[in-house]
């Protein structure tokens, strides 16, 4: 538990701009992987779009209906 709350402390210093900048390095790492190995976008489009709303689940729900 330690731990959790250790880097729940970390997180909130984080600016928009410096979340932004972790998804954009996280999106040129899939990049750099997908041109390592091409067979990743072998997979059919819809295990792509099932991952998509499956991540996209929980930020929708706290976004909206958390309080």
Same mark, same amino acid.
């Given at each position: 538990? $330690?731990? #959790?709350? =250790? +880097? =729940?402390? $970390? &997180?909130?210093?984080?600016? #928009?701009?410096?979340?932004?900048? &972790? !998804?954009?390095?996280?999106?040129?790492? +899939?990049? #750099? #992987?997908?041109?390592?190995?091409? !067979? %990743?976008?072998? %997979?059919?489009?819809?295990?792509? &779009?099932?991952?998509?709303?499956?991540?996209?689940?929980?930020? +929708?729900? &706290?976004?909206?209906?958390?309080?």
């Amino acid at each position: 538990m $330690r731990l #959790i709350k =250790n +880097m =729940n402390k $970390r &997180v909130k210093k984080l600016t #928009i701009f410096d979340i932004k900048l &972790v !998804q954009g390095a996280a999106m040129f790492i +899939m990049l #750099i #992987i997908v041109k390592l190995i091409p !067979q %990743i976008m072998d %997979i059919s489009i819809w295990w792509f &779009v099932v991952l998509a709303i499956l991540c996209g689940i929980r930020p +929708m729900y &706290v976004f909206y209906k958390k309080e």
